[in-house]
């Protein structure tokens, strides 16, 4: 199985700051033939299902803000919230979706 | 709208069984692989099944594998998780999952609300 580590594990950042998480495949999720790699992004919201925020590691979802923002390094893998707002306030899992059994990682929770 | 729907869950008592259903719409349900994901309280994402557009191909998590069975009906639009033998475990909330695009090998775009699955006695 593909291993996604996630770190932190918690951060708080100040409203308006930059908030970056980091994700690592235990192996590379790039699908050579469309260059892409098969890792997505989700916010998680309390009380609420998860929501796609980024796919193929850097593609922003419709309807997600740009303060949202996703890259790939071989298997590192990182989520950048660029100015934090309020609302942003959520636990964030990476995902690949390369080879099945497709995992997640432990999951992140921004704080303010 | 897009909207996936998740109904059937409830307290279970341990070996027990439980069917789920995940009705959609808003989309061509049969162009679109599924999936089942779970949540138990307070912890992370797991995948859990996987089931193609035509419902011929199925794939699942070693946890669940031999115990729990996806299906769907493309005329109905709902996809269906079987699930047998359960285990204080299998304890979750259990989200169904719309692959974005039609291969199958996607992100998930679409979530439904979940429906809460208690295993005890």
């Known amino acids: 199985d593909i291993v996604m580590t996630q770190s932190p594990d918690s951060l708080a950042v100040s409203l308006g700051e930059r908030a970056t998480i980091n994700c690592k495949s235990s192996?590379?999720?790039?699908?050579?033939?469309?260059?892409?790699?098969?890792l997505a992004w989700y916010q998680q919201k309390p009380g609420q299902p998860p929501r796609l925020l980024i796919y193929w590691a850097s593609t922003r979802e419709s309807g997600v803000p740009d303060r949202f923002s996703g890259s790939a390094s071989g298997t590192d893998f990182t989520l950048t919230i660029s100015s934090l707002q309020a609302e942003d306030v959520a636990v964030y899992y990476c995902?690949?979706?390369?080879?099945?059994?497709?995992?997640f990682g432990q999951g992140t929770r921004v704080e303010i | 709208e897009v909207q996936l729907l998740e109904s059937g869950g409830g307290l279970e008592q341990p070996g027990g069984s439980l069917r789920l259903s995940c009705a959609a719409s808003g989309f061509i349900f049969n162009n679109y692989a599924m999936s089942w994901v779970r949540q138990a309280p307070g912890q992370g994402l797991e995948w859990l099944s996987f089931?193609?557009?035509?419902?011929?191909?199925?794939q699942y998590a070693q946890s669940v594998e031999g115990r729990f069975t996806v299906s769907r009906d493309n005329r109905e639009s709902t996809m269906y998780l079987q699930m047998n033998s359960l285990r204080a475990g299998d304890t979750a909330t259990y989200y169904c999952?719309?692959?974005?695009?039609?291969?199958?090998?996607?992100?998930?775009?679409?979530w439904g609300q979940g429906t809460v699955v208690t295993v005890s006695s």
């Open positions: 995902q690949q979706f390369y080879r099945i059994p497709w995992t």
């Open positions: 089931i193609n557009g035509r419902g011929d191909r199925t």
């Open positions: 192996q590379s999720v790039l699908h050579s033939s469309s260059n892409n790699n098969y």
């Open positions: 999952a719309k692959s974005k695009y039609s291969s199958g090998n996607d992100a998930f775009d679409v």
